[in-house]
């Protein structure tokens, strides 16, 4: 389970989030501006709260207190961020290789794990390829593959089918269920289709300027309803 209590400074309000994430996929709602990218940076550990704690079970990843502050490599976290930020001059498999390189696993074992996850995901032809070659569904699972091919200990993944057409976005939903399903670790999926908490989510996380309105069930966010502004017309 990870557990947080965070406060960081925003542009019009602060960021004041308290909560849990049990595994399995957690749609992460809320407005735009509401504080859900930022949330999860501190998770990640790219950006710094002022105050609060992390815990992932029963490691202390952040605390103001006992100032602790675990740096991102260390955490076991795989992040996949907006646009993917797959390094452009890298190929497909140094991509995916370089969280291992950044955890110093040996050569030959990070040979091993990036041919085993680029095979998993579909995409081992696509290993000797540069970003600006791949699809948007390619560069996704790319993103992907690099996010867990470290094994990683909880997962967040910010907005990953919204740069996706609606084919492809429908293609990649399905794949992401069946990769993510078997997760036995805390997902957090930020997005702002409705779809993709239907299709995706076990439970859902509604933020509302920087504070947790809500964290529960699907089926009791649908009957419970949300803020229009959290869901977008398709």
Known sequence: MLEFELEMPLASFTLHAEGRVDPGITAVLGPSGAGKSTLLQCLAGLAHPVSGRIRLGERILYSSNGRIFVPPEHRGVGYVPQQYALFPKMTVFRNVEYGLRARRVPKARREVKVEEILRRLGIGHLARRLP???????????????????????????????????????????????????????????????????????????????????????EQWERQGIPASTRRVE
């Open 132 to 218: 600006a070659h791949l699809s948007g569904g390619e560069a996704q699972r790319v993103a992907l593959a690099r996010a867990l091919v470290i094994d990683p200990d909880y997962i967040l993944l910010d907005e990953p089918l919204a740069a996706l057409d609606p084919e492809t976005r429908e293609a990649v939903r399905k794949f992401l269920r069946g990769v993510l399903s078997d997760a036995s670790c805390p997902v957090l999926l930020v997005t702002h289709d409705v779809e993709d908490v239907r299709r995706l989510a076990d439970r859902v996380m509604v933020i509302h300027e920087g504070r947790i309105i809500f964290y529960g069930g699907v």
